[in-house]
């Protein structure tokens, strides 16, 4: 199924994923805003390919072969994230705009999939 789809649907459909727990937990910094105590959530994805970038704020790749191409991007697999307290009490403008922003990115992610989807169905009927 990798030479069919190849490593594209893997990443868009982990981004997916991620996006929908994202919008998950905004929404539930939403419903909460008025709950005594209650501190916002967030995700830290974000934090995690920081410190992965280091200093240089690039991200280490090693070329293990000599046929392999020079390239600055990184291939994503299951994108890993971990919900924590941001100690920060609920902005419900910026979580309306969070959410906003998730909502957009989200489509524009599906956008990517059908497209991906689109050509290959396109290969398939040029092959009968």
């Given at each position: 199924m990798e030479a069919l789809f190849g490593k594209t649907v893997n990443m868009l459909s982990a981004m997916l994923g991620?996006?929908?727990?994202?919008?998950?937990?905004?929404?539930?910094?939403?419903?909460?805003?008025?709950?005594?105590?209650?501190?916002?959530?967030?995700?830290?994805?974000?934090?995690?390919?920081?410190?992965?970038?280091?200093?240089?704020?690039?991200?280490?790749?090693?070329?293990?072969d000599k046929r392999h191409f020079p390239t600055d991007s990184v291939s994503f697999g299951k994108v890993d994230s971990t919900v924590v307290n941001s100690g920060k009490k609920v902005n419900i403008d910026t979580e309306m705009a969070s959410l906003a922003e998730n909502h957009l990115r989200y489509?524009?992610?599906?956008?990517?999939?059908?497209?991906?989807?689109?050509?290959?169905?396109?290969?398939?009927?040029?092959?009968r």
């Amino acid at each position: 199924m990798e030479a069919l789809f190849g490593k594209t649907v893997n990443m868009l459909s982990a981004m997916l994923g991620f996006r929908s727990d994202r919008h998950k937990l905004i929404t539930s910094n939403i419903a909460n805003v008025d709950t005594p105590g209650y501190k916002s959530k967030e995700l830290t994805f974000q934090r995690e390919l920081d410190s992965a970038r280091g200093d240089e704020g690039r991200l280490a790749l090693r070329k293990t072969d000599k046929r392999h191409f020079p390239t600055d991007s990184v291939s994503f697999g299951k994108v890993d994230s971990t919900v924590v307290n941001s100690g920060k009490k609920v902005n419900i403008d910026t979580e309306m705009a969070s959410l906003a922003e998730n909502h957009l990115r989200y489509n524009l992610t599906v956008e990517f999939l059908t497209r991906k989807f689109r050509s290959i169905k396109s290969v398939l009927r040029e092959v009968r």
